[in-house]
C-alpha cells in the first residue's frame, strides 16, 4: 500500500533548514506486515532532539531512512502471530523494542534488549524486515518507527497498548519524552519525597522529568538552563529554583540552596557541559543521571577520586530505565489523573508537510515540544 513517509536522503543539511528543506515528504510503497508485525495509522508524532540528531548527523544512520519515533497510531491489520492487539487498538509506540528473551530482558531492562539494539543499527525491524521501499529503494526504518509516516509495519515489540479514552496527541509524548525524562527522574533516580532534585536541559524531555520531580514531592526542584524563557517556565510548571547553568558562582549558588547540592540531578540536555554541571551540584552521597544523547565523541572529565570519597553515583539512563508495559499505562494514569500535565509542553501542533520548520524551531531552541498531527 502507499504511505506519506519523511525521507531523510542525506545528514549535515545546513540550517536553516526551512530553506535547505534536509527532509523529503515523499510517498513510499508499504509491503505487509509480517509474523509479530502489524499494519498502524498514525494519530499523532513529537519532533524531538533524537530526531534532530539524526539530521544534523550527531547520531548517524544508515541513509535513506524514514524518520520519526514518539508517536501514538491505531492499529489497522495484525500479522500473523501477533497475541498482544487486534484492529482498532490504540497504542503508543516504543523506540526500544524488547524480543522478552535475551539477557537484558530477562533480567526486566527491557531498553537493553539486545535484539533490538541490533535491528537499530541495522535500519530493521526487530525481526529483521524492512518494509518501506520509494522508488525501487529500501528505505530504513528509524528505530523500528518511522513515525513521521501516514502509516507504517511495526513490530508488536514496538508497542504497547492504552486505554482508548486517553487523548491520541497526548499519549504521542508517553514514547519518548515521558518513558525518558519521567523514567530518568522516577525509575533512574528513584528521587524519593522531600528530596532534593536538579534537571539540567529544559527541552521537552526535561521539563517532563521536572514534572515527574514535581509529581514524586521533591522539596527542592532546580531548573537549569541557558534559556531564560525555559527557566521561566520551568518555575510555572513547579520548580521551585531556576538557574543559568554558565553565570559564574553557578555551582555554589545550587550548594547554597541545598545545603551541600542536590540528592538527585538529571542531565537531560544531551552536551557534555551540562553533564559536567549536574555532576558538579550533587552532594557527597547523591546521585547523577544522564539520560541525554551527545555526539558520540564527547568525553567527561571528572576526578575520578570523587567517586570513591563523595561516594558518588554516576548513572547512565536510556528510555528513563523503563519497562514500557508497566511504565506507560502508570505514566497515562498519572496524566489522566493531572499528576503530569503534559500538554503544557505543547508548544506547536503541525502537519506533515511543515516538518522541516519544525526541526528548524527546534535546533534553534524556540520549540519544547511540536506535535504533528495526523488525519
Known sequence: MKTKIALLRHMHA??????SKP????????????????????????????????????RPRDMPVALGHEASAIVQEVGPNVTRFQPGDHIVLVFAPSCGHCLPCAEGRPALCQPGAVAAGKGSLIGGTKHITHDGQTVNHHVGVSAF??????????????????P???????????????GAVLNSGDLKTG????????????????????????????????????????LELGATHAIDPSEEGAVEKVKEITGGGVDLAVELAGAVPALKFAYDITRRGGTTVTAGLPNPAAELKIPAVSLTVDERALKGSYVGS???????????????????????LVT????????????????????????????
Open 348 to 375: 506547536h501542533r503541525l502537519k506533515l508537510d511543515e516538518i522541516n520548520e519544525g526541526f528548524e524551531r527546534l535546533a534553534a531552541g524556540d520549540a519544547i515540544r511540536q506535535i504533528i498531527e495526523f488525519d
Open 322 to 344: 523503563c519497562v514500557p508495559v508497566r511504565d506507560i499505562p502508570r505514566f497515562a494514569q498519572m496524566m489522566v489523573q493531572g499528576q503530569l500535565p503534559i500538554e503544557k
Open 149 to 166: 509516516s501516514t502509516y507504517a509495519v511495526v513490530s508488536e515489540a514496538s508497542c504497547v497498548k492504552i486505554d482508548k479514552d486517553i
Open 23 to 58: 527532509i523529503e515528504i515523499a510517498e513510499a510503497e508499504l509491503s505487509p506486515p509480517e509474523s509479530g508485525e502489524m499494519l498502524i495509522k498514525m494519530a499523532a508524532a513529537g519532533l524531538c532532539h533524537s530526531d534532530l540528531s539524526v539530521i544534523n548527523g550527531d
Open 195 to 234: 528530596q532534593s532534585c536538579a534537571v539540567v536541559g529544559l527541552g521537552g524531555v526535561g521539563l517532563a522529568g521536572l514534572l515527574g520531580a514535581v509529581a514524586a514531592g521533591a522539596r527542592t526542584i532546580i531548573a537549569a538552563d541557558l534559556a531564560k524563557d525555559k527557566r521561566d517556565f520551568a
Open 168 to 182: 491520541l496527541d497526548k499519549a504521542a509524548l508517553l514514547g519518548c519524552a515521558v518513558l525518558t525524562g519521567v
Open 14 to 19: 545546513e540550517r536553516p533548514y526551512g530553506k
